[in-house]
């Protein structure tokens, strides 16, 4: 969600009436690759704690004798998910979180933001690109289609470009972004995404 490069399975014991605070039997890190979306992740995830907890287990009275407390000062806070969760503010997020976030939030739920009033999804994102000096950046929101890459560039925070190749409007089936193009575009108004009046699930 926040583009961490490493996770992990930590075992531990159990303490009464606590949460997540007994000594840790055993633990093993994962590495998260750029292009690893949440599924992918999730089955590996899987697969290496059941690894490590027949191991554990195997070995459970040398574990025990070897448990080291919990550090304290490494815990992270984790928030509960929301529906909020996958509502885009474009002028406080860079492509590189958003895209982050969607590769977290894949095949759970869709990024989100309006258009005319209307919610859309966003289906497809694309890994952002270099931009180079001679392209222009857009203020946050605002959207151009790309007619090379068949894809929507959206202005984001700090000057970024996030790629879009498939949407969701509210009412509508998912479209890639050039029919999207050519069937709203081009009798829009306004070019600018803006942030939801409500959140719905995807």
Sequence with gaps: MRGDTTTGVSIMKIQPHHFDVGDILAQRELPIRSDMFMPELHSALSHLGAELLLDTINNLKEQLANATPQDETLASFAPKITSRITEIVWSEQTALELYARYRALYGFKCLTT??????VQLIE????LDQSPSQSPLPPGQFTFHRGRRSLMIGCAEDTLLEVTQIRLEGKKTMSAQDFNNGFLKRAASLQFKRNKHVACC
């Design 114 to 119: 309006s258009f005319v009033d209307k919610q």
């Design 125 to 128: 994102v694309q890994k952002p």
